[in-house]
């Protein structure tokens, strides 16, 4: 049975830093790709960064592009996801997903197969 487990989301000021963490667990991962999204009250499902399990390559919403960044250490079978320079707008439960690598867009999360539970991220200005 495959889980996804986020962790470390919390309450913070405007401009602080926080670092979720993601446990995956009940299958090899190598094919797939790793993502976080966000979703907050009223909106729809947004994607905010993606990292390949095997490769060294990342990719970011713009929204967060040079405040985010997305790793993983395969050992731990763990995916992180660094925020800085938080904003009262990235409010919203942040979760991971995981998905084989094939056609569509990384961007959506039809792609996906397995979802975490999420995670509350809160910044208050």
């Known amino acids: 049975q495959v889980q996804l487990v986020e962790s470390g989301g919390g309450l913070v000021q405007a401009g602080d830093s926080l670092s979720l963490s993601c446990v995956a667990s009940?299958?090899?991962?190598?094919?797939?790709?790793m993502a976080w999204f966000r979703q907050a009250p009223g909106n729809e499902r947004e994607f905010v960064a993606r990292?390949?399990?095997?490769?060294?390559?990342?990719y970011y919403a713009d929204s967060v592009k040079g405040r985010f960044s997305i790793s993983n250490d395969k050992a731990k079978n763990t995916v992180y996801l660094q925020m800085n320079s938080l904003k009262p707008e990235d409010t919203a439960v942040y979760y991971c997903?995981?998905?084989?690598?094939?056609?569509?867009?990384?961007?959506?999360?039809?792609?996906?197969?397995?979802w975490g539970q999420g995670t509350q991220v809160t910044v208050s200005s």
């Open positions: 009940g299958r090899t991962f190598s094919g797939y790709r």
């Open positions: 997903a995981s998905g084989p690598i094939i056609g569509g867009s990384e961007r959506s999360p039809e792609v996906y197969t397995y």
């Open positions: 990292i390949n399990w095997n490769l060294p390559s990342t």
